[in-house]
C-alpha cells in the first residue's frame, strides 16, 4: 500500500494498493482534483484510492474509490472497470457530479 499527498497546499491524498502510478498518471488525476477545489469551496478534501483486483480471469480489473470531504457526511463514489485511465476519469467526473448535486441542494435550501 503506497500513500501520498500530490499538493502541499491542497488536501489530495492518493493512495495504491497492488499498484504504482505513473508519472502522467498523478499529473492527471491533480489536474482534475484542482479542478474540483476551483468549481466547489465546500470541498475540504479528496481521497482517491486505486486497487489492482487479481482475481478471475481478467488480470487488470481495477477498482477506484473517492472520497470528497465535505462538511457534514463525506461522499464515497466506487467504479470498477478495466481501463485505468478511463475508471479514473469517470470516477472523478460522477465525483463533480455529486458535488454540483449538493451545491444545488444547498442554493435550493437557502431559497425556501
Known amino acids: 500500500m503506497h500513500v501520498q499527498t500530490i499538493d ?7 493512495e495504491t494498493v497492488n499498484l504504482k502510478l505513473r ?12 479542478r474540483l477545489f476551483r ?3 465546500q470541498l475540504l478534501g ?8 487479481e482475481t478471475g480471469t481478467s488480470p487488470s480489473r481495477y477498482l477506484a474509490t473517492v472520497q470528497l470531504v465535505l462538511p457534514g457526511y463525506d461522499r464515497i463514489v466506487v ?18 457530479r455529486q458535488l454540483r448535486r449538493r451545491a444545488r441542494a444547498l442554493r435550493a435550501k437557502k431559497r425556501s
Open 8 to 14: 502541499g497546499r491542497l488536501p489530495i491524498q492518493v
Open 23 to 34: 508519472n502522467h498518471f498523478k499529473e492527471a488525476l491533480l489536474g482534475k482534483a484542482c
Open 46 to 53: 479528496v481521497k482517491l484510492r486505486v486497487r489492482r483486483e
Open 79 to 96: 467504479k470498477k472497470g478495466e481501463r485505468l485511465p478511463n475508471l479514473l476519469s469517470e470516477t472523478l467526473e460522477v465525483a463533480g
Open 39 to 41: 468549481r466547489h469551496s
